[in-house]
């Protein structure tokens, strides 16, 4: 269903008048591919099947359906697991091909926005020894958190155009016994969901008609080398990525509009590490208050890890003195999931979130005080050393 | 006239030499292409409206190669960036925060004292990913970490070791790391932290931690057999 903007309508028609612009930048997958004649790495090609979907400048991008590598995310493995294995749980339910490595380090970028302990040649050998060992493994690049993304695309356009940094992490591959790869896409894990948000509307088990959402868009995912993000048209007139918005509407939510969608969260990834009292402020004055305030949503829904864990974990201090925090946070995996039957604690561990989610799940008529007494009866199975861990077979049990 | 009065004991030559140094990165001509200086990025500035801080002057000082002004940005502006890019709004197509991750660089290449600063209580984040290749572990989730999380922190902090054991994907189980990342891999890792010059950059700010750093990944790189450069 399209997301409105109407003030856009007009300029649309001059536009479609107009033709089909050259888009501003270039395509540096193109030189991916010159780089590869001229014998200077190889590419990863994306797996067949795959779904075309268009990026900023109308450009098309191949999304893989299966056999996907998939690069973890520090933030949402560590802190909000049910993240990750929510994707993992769409893959699975669909039956698709997946690969979930160990040899895989974080692309360390955090870190680097961070405290810039890094440089431009490490920050690319960490990414490339990552691509190679997707590669090794015959499985494509999926990749779980929005920074990395950006930071890769980011690596890919200093190494396309940078000799001496390929020569230099050339040689960090060889020593490493890495082969030299760059893939031919760079995909987030939201694209993949977004590619495939029809097979899940049609596995949807939860009627979501009554559910609004506010989306939070992941700076990372469409701030950093822009053209390379996925819009549709038929979402804001095309003036906002699709993502996330795209995925809700499928699955028969409402999409809910609030004026700071283009703001930040306040990560800012060294403030949520040492200077909270910023990405706290700022969470909760230019996100979550403007959002109650002008769409009064049931939950908030991003992409990214940062995001999730800023809009959720800053709202409870700000409870002290703003009686209008408290809209529960998660990705839209989870919320995917969640539509489809998905556990909400054994898949969705909604337990590790902070903002109070109990009243959304009724909503979307899910029984959590059921579904947390049957995760109890796990926790007490693991403790008696029943069993060393949940599997996926207990996940849907 | 001279607009800054702050560090004007700090002599020009100085503040040439740092300057070049950013100039000389080789990202800097795509992320500066002059600045109209119109404000947009500043508009779109998460930290510009909390901090006395702006991404125009980041870039008109880079454009017009103003040493005072830059200098004192390196000291007391870049860190309050959040490195968000959305400044990269610019009709110019300038990257203001990617001018920013530079001056980082060479603040930290440069040991000076404002970097030290701003990387105290930092420094077992630093630790934890380069020793582990990933930036955050469920045990960081302690209640006197992040006092202002709530309760809910100490409940995970209570219940870690057995709440991570009812994550069904297999890599997830850890607990002083993110996911389980192989010890080949980590020897991969630290060879390049080595040969990046990484580690010489950790030496300026922090020998303390380069010494720690220094001592885990000897013992896996000398069992892998590699001798770093
Ligand atoms: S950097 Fe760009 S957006 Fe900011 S003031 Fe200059 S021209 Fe405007
Ligand atoms: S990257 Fe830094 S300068 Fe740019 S908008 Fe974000 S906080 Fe502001």
Sequence with gaps: MPIPLNVLDTR???????????????????????????????????PDPWIGVTTKYGRIKKIPIARTWHHKSCGQCGHIPGYSTAIFWLIRKLGLDYNDPKDQTSCTAWNYYASATSNQGAQAAVAMRNFGAAYESGYFPMIHCGTSYGHYKEVREELVHSAPLRDEVRRICDKLGKPFVMPEEIVHYSEWIYAMRDEFAKRRVLDLSSIDVTVHPACHYHKLVVEDAIYDPDVYGGQRTAVVSSVVTALGANVKDYSTWFDCCGFGFRHILVQRDFTRSFATLRKIDVMREEANPDVVLTHDTGCVTTLDQSQFAARAHKPNVGIPVMSEAQFAALAMGAHPYRVCQLHWHSTEYRPLLEKM?????????????????????DKAYLTWEDADA | ??????????????????????????????????????????????????????????????????LPMFYEQLNDDIWNCSQCFSCTRCPRGNNPGGLITIMREVSINNGLTSAKNALEGYGRVVYKIMSTGTQVSPDMLQPNAFPDWGPHVQEISDNLALWRRALPPDTMHTTSTAWEVDDKTLTELYLIWHMTGVLDMIKQVDTGLHM??????????????????
């Design chain 1, 365 to 385: 008529g899910i029984d959590w005080r059921e579904r947390w007494r049957e995760f109890e009866d796990d926790l007490e199975r693991l403790k008696k050393d």
């Design chain 1, 12 to 46: 649309r028609e001059a536009r479609e008048e107009r033709g089909p612009a050259v888009p501003p930048t270039e395509d540096v997958r193109e030189k991916v591919f010159e780089l590869e004649a001229k014998g200077e790495w190889l590419v990863q090609r994306v």
């Design chain 2, 1 to 66: 006239m001279v607009l800054q009065a702050r560090y004007a004991d700090v002599p020009i030559e100085e503040k040439q030499r740092l300057f070049d140094q950013v100039k000389a990165d080789e990202r800097f001509e795509s992320y500066l292409y002059g600045c109209y200086e119109c404000g947009i990025c500043v508009a779109a500035c998460p930290s510009a409206r909390f901090y006395d801080f702006s991404p125009r002057k980041i870039a008109q000082a880079a454009s017009r190669e103003d």
């Design chain 2, 212 to 229: 720690i750093l220094n001592d885990v990944m000897e013992e896996l790189l000398e069992e892998a057999g590699f001798t770093p450069e």
